[in-house]
């Protein structure tokens, strides 16, 4: 089985001479679909670059990265571009979301990029919505919705069409512990449905949510543990 998400020796360096930064060294992670994976590590082991990496929103110095089986590398813009609108869904600490458009415009908005009908894409942002928790509150404005809400309705965007990878950076870092939590779950059910998750976090309690846990130092994997089982040694 092709994995939906393949790093394979990703190194990652900025600069060079004196001020050249490493900020992957060598890293390699596999995603398969239905798997939850979180990232931890501190400040500067290279987790937010890693998935700018997956989600090609930026390139390696060397080293591969495939999304179902696309090399990101070897895609010209255009390409890039409908990699990322098709199969790749983002999720924020920030939400991202149009102020000017309602709830259920934000959702349907990458469907409409990418050329599906509006009627369909309304169909699928509703039922994206309703999935989420937010049935009829589709013609809300973000600005009318809680916290929780807007990360619900970024979530819902990220999982509509046929996108099998959800990219998600701190998506809980400006919630309450509860609200965290309830995205969280969201997330897992996302994965268990047969999506792959990949999520950076620094907070243990929505780590615990993963299948599995990679943790990252000095921009290098130090540890993979399988989070259902408790293999592996956190360091």
Do not use: C
């Amino acid at each position: 089985m092709t994995p939906v998400l393949s790093i394979n020796d990703v190194r990652r360096r900025y600069g060079a001479g004196a001020t050249e930064v490493v900020a992957l060294d060598g890293v390699s992670l596999t995603v398969q679909a239905g798997e939850f994976v979180a990232i931890m590590g501190p400040s500067g082991s290279g987790k937010s670059t890693l998935l700018n990496m997956a989600g090609g929103l930026d390139h390696p110095t060397s080293g591969t990265v495939l999304v179902d089986g696309n090399d990101l590398a070897a895609l010209d813009p255009a390409g890039l571009a409908a990699v990322r609108r098709r199969h790749i869904g983002f999720v924020f600490q920030e939400f991202n979301l149009v102020p000017q458009l309602t709830a259920e415009e934000n959702v349907m908005l990458p469907m409409e990029l990418d050329g599906t009908p509006v009627k369909a894409a309304r169909h699928a942002a509703r039922e994206a919505l309703a999935s989420v928790g937010l049935d009829g509150k589709g013609r809300r404005f973000p600005d009318d919705l809680s916290g929780g809400e807007q990360q619900r309705v970024a979530i819902a965007r990220a999982m509509t069409g046929e996108r099998r990878l959800i990219l998600a950076d701190e998506p809980t870092g400006a919630l309450d512990t509860v609200t965290g939590e309830a995205v969280a779950d969201l997330i897992a059910r996302y994965a268990a449905d047969g999506g792959a998750v990949v999520l950076v976090t620094h907070e243990p309690r929505i780590a615990s949510f993963a299948d599995r846990v990679v943790w990252l130092r000095d921009g290098r994997v130090v540890d993979d543990v399988d989070a259902r089982s408790g293999a592996g040694a956190r360091p």
